[in-house]
T-cell receptor
Framework: AQSVSQHNHHVILSEAASLELGCNYSYGGTVNLFWYVQYPGQHLQLLLKYFSGDPLVKGIKGFEAEFIKSKFSFNLRKPSVQWSDTAEYFC??????????FGDGTTLTVKP | GAVVSQHPSWVICKSGTSVKIECRSLDFQATTMFWYRQFPKQSLMLMATSNEGSKATYEQGVEKDKFLINHASLTLSTLTVTSAHPEDSSFYICSGLDNMQGYNEQFFGPGTRLTVL
């Protein structure tokens, strides 16, 4: 069975700081990788996804993630965060069966 | 992307009553749908996989007699929380699986907040 580990439970940054959130997964086969964001009181929104091809994936709102197969990692990055990026971020993995496994989430707080 | 809706978006009920939550894929056919629950400040936990025309597959520890799932059509799955208790209060999220692009991708509904008094 696959599992997902997000290393940072709570990250606090000032505006304009750079962000990197870690995500590692364990699964021996082909995986699809996702990052979702959940703003306070709102539902999940897809930030970006990786299925195949270029391991550097660009998503919405200036976010990007890099798939490093040898490290089983899919870290999320943003060069300059804004106060509006304050939210919960979830990394998720699914296999060709379609069932997704989520990490525990990382709470990002951006101070104005 | 594909759109999934849920109804109701929130519901408050008395302990012992049953509550039905609907999950609809609006612009695609979802042979497979998933039901998750999310407790405050926690991650999504998969409850069950719902397949159109067949019985749902429940994750370990999820009571199938308490959380009844029906997937009667390619665009609708329902979750019924039977004899609800306060500990069932949670955020329930469904997703539909779409394979139109040649790979499986889940599209999530907005969630239903259930509060059991």
């Amino acid at each position: 069975a696959q599992s997902v580990s997000q290393h940072n439970h709570h990250v606090i940054l000032s505006e304009a700081a750079s962000l990197e959130l870690g995500c590692n997964y364990s699964y021996g086969g082909t995986v699809n990788l996702f990052w979702y964001v959940q703003y306070p009181g709102q539902h999940l929104q897809l930030l970006l996804k990786y299925f195949s091809g270029d391991p550097l994936v660009k998503g919405i709102k200036g976010f990007e993630a890099e798939f490093i197969k040898s490290k089983f990692s899919f870290n999320l990055r943003k060069p300059s965060v804004q106060w509006s990026d304050t939210a919960e971020y979830f990394c998720a993995v699914n296999t060709n069966a379609g069932k997704s496994t989520f990490g525990d989430g990382t709470t990002l707080t951006v101070k104005p | 992307g594909a759109v999934v809706s849920q109804h109701p978006s929130w519901v408050i009920c008395k302990s012992g009553t049953s509550v039905k939550i609907e999950c609809r894929s609006l612009d695609f056919q979802a042979t497979t749908m998933f039901w998750y629950r999310q407790f405050p400040k926690q991650s999504l936990m998969l409850m069950a996989t719902s397949n159109e025309g067949s019985k749902a597959t429940y994750e370990q520890g999820v009571e199938k007699d308490k959380f009844l799932i029906n997937h009667a059509s390619l665009t609708l799955s329902t979750l019924t929380v039977t004899s609800a208790h306060p500990e069932d209060s949670s955020f329930y999220i469904c997703s539909g699986l779409d394979n139109m692009q040649g790979y499986n991708e889940q599209f999530f509904g907005p969630g239903t907040r259930l509060t059991v008094l």
